[in-house]
């Protein structure tokens, strides 16, 4: 952490800690009242796959872990739980766990979001409407991705747990739900809630009443008794009960993608930010209406502030950007390192002609075609390894124009400038090419972990750590800036190619049995 002070300077605090709970490992950052990063601990959690398309995660290892590293973060900060006004949280957003709130004991591991398993019956849910058939109500296609059919499978499949679900003593949490619940005392009177940007990731909230809806929970046959209470994303939902930090309020749950958009200061509508690691995730502010998404968006909760109005965003997510370059280097032996990628891209003036459309599980917003995969197209003779390179930073910034479109077609709002963060953020040629081709500013701001500034930014709100979001505002440092630099012409003539290389990539695969 370039930034850190010397350890002897932060006795004094007080701080905030926030603890994220991501899809490869856990970890717990200290931060104090700039912003600034005052500790880091982190720990990686063994990935479960027990079939093909099935992914899993041990969600007492990852309940082991979150303890070790706030234990870490607490000591490498030299301070005490006195020093800390709150504790945020944000996680991997649609991972699946029930547990016995007898016992604690998950009933099975935790279903991860890129999980498949449900993809048969979410046909079946769709029934005659087909992916459409809960989207009014939720914002959210009929998809595997989503939280409530992984608990219908759970269910379906884990003998006797429907009676123990009826009986109210099974309960169902995303992955804040379960560090809550625990950091708050576990069996022992810990707190079973969520707040409203994970409950919207279920495909069973109401958007607008911001409530389980009792229809949908019939139509997928979840009983309500397993669910959690519905919170905003910033208020105090109860104490930590023991560890490092035992006393200390917990203050603010947000999905990570929602964590980001809040720790990039997106407040007003039109803000948008762009997270940029193995996948995409675009999320535009659409202030207080949800905005019904025509172009392959989805429709999800921003973050909800006590008792304010809630604040809606627009989301598009990209499959491959960061693990295109992975496959450049591990599976193709064209780069040694991710970084070279840029290098290799700048040895050229442009691609040559030549389209990376990187479909390589179908395309993801704005068509959602799992008929599609991967091609290159627009190859001849003249076509070299760099300009392959280039058109791979090229397909990033391309899709990320095509969701910014969607994004623009559906809220009738212009995209003023793109927040970005994430590891791909480090490449400059990709970042000034986002910006050529979005035709706006992209900015990248000094602390990178914008997910776990979200939640400590959330939990300082709550608890008066921070008097409002303007003093939040002030706080956002701007590390780099991008402007464009393309023509027009130029520009609108590479997007018709590339739109004509996406067209290449479906129906690949004839029928999806």
């Not at 409002?468 to 002030?474: G, H, S, W, Y």
Request: hydrophobic residues 40%; glycine residues 10%; proline residues 3%.
């Amino acid at each position: 952490m370039s930034d850190n002070h010397s350890t002897a300077s932060h006795g004094h605090g007080p701080f905030i800690a926030a603890i994220d709970q991501g899809t490869t490992s856990s970890r717990c950052i200290v931060f104090d009242k700039d912003g600034r990063i005052v500790s880091v601990d982190q720990k990686e959690h063994e990935q479960i796959f027990p079939k093909p398309g099935w992914v899993e995660h041990d969600a007492k290892e990852i309940w082991e872990n979150v303890q070790q590293v706030v234990a870490g973060a607490v000591e490498k900060a030299g301070i005490t739980a006195k020093d800390v006004k709150a504790i945020g949280i944000t996680n991997q957003r649609e991972t699946t766990l029930m547990w016995d709130k007898n016992t604690g004991e998950p009933v099975h591991n935790a279903i991860v979001w890129q999980d498949t398993r449900t993809d048969g019956l979410c046909r079946e849910l769709g029934r005659n409407v087909g992916k459409d058939r809960f989207r009014r109500e939720t914002g959210l296609p009929l998809a595997s991705y989503f939280a409530g059919p992984k608990i219908r499978w759970l269910l379906d499949n884990v003998e006797g747990l429907r009676e123990r679900a009826e009986a109210g003593d099974i309960l169902f949490g995303t992955m804040d739900s379960w560090v809550i619940w625990n950091l708050t005392g576990g069996t022992e009177g810990g707190v079973h809630v969520t707040d409203v940007t994970n409950a919207s990731r279920t495909l069973l909230m109401n958007l607008r009443k911001l409530e389980w809806d009792e229809k949908i929970l019939h139509s997928i046959d979840i009983p309500a008794a397993v669910l959690p209470e519905i919170r905003s994303s910033a208020e105090v939902y109860g104490t930590a009960a023991s560890g490092a930090l035992a006393g200390v309020p917990v203050a603010s749950a947000l999905g990570d993608q929602q964590a980001a958009l809040f720790g990039q200061t997106c407040y007003d509508k039109g803000e948008a930010k762009s997270t940029y690691g193995t996948g995409t995730f675009m999320l535009m502010n659409t202030g207080d209406e949800p905005v019904n998404s025509y172009n392959g968006l989805l429709t999800t909760v921003g973050y909800r502030i006590g008792d304010q109005a809630p604040v809606y965003a627009l989301e598009g997510s990209i499959a491959v950007t960061g693990s295109l370059v992975q496959w450049m280097r591990d599976q193709m032996g064209l780069i040694n390192s991710a970084a070279e990628i840029e290098t290799l891209a700048s040895t050229v003036e442009d691609n040559g002609g030549a389209y990376f459309v990187p479909a390589f599980s179908g395309l993801f917003a704005p068509y959602w075609r799992s008929d599609a995969r991967g091609v290159i197209a627009g190859l001849t003779r003249y076509v070299t390894k760099a300009h392959i390179a280039r058109a791979v930073l090229e397909a990033t910034a391309w899709q990320t124009r095509e969701i910014t479109d969607a994004m623009t077609k559906d809220s009738g709002v212009d995209l003023t400038s793109l927040k970005v963060d994430g590891g791909m953020t480090s490449n400059n040629l990709l970042m000034q090419t986002i910006s050529d081709f979005l035709d706006a500013p992209v900015v990248r701001p000094m602390v990178a972990e914008t997910t776990c500034l979200g939640a400590a930014y959330a939990a300082g709100l709550a608890v008066g750590f921070w008097p409002d979001t303007d003093a939040l505002r002030a706080n956002w440092r701007r590390a780099a800036e991008w402007t464009p630099r393309m023509d027009a012409e130029t520009r609108d003539r590479e997007y018709k190619n590339w739109l004509k290389a996406v067209e290449r990539t479906m129906g690949w695969i004839d029928d999806e049995s």
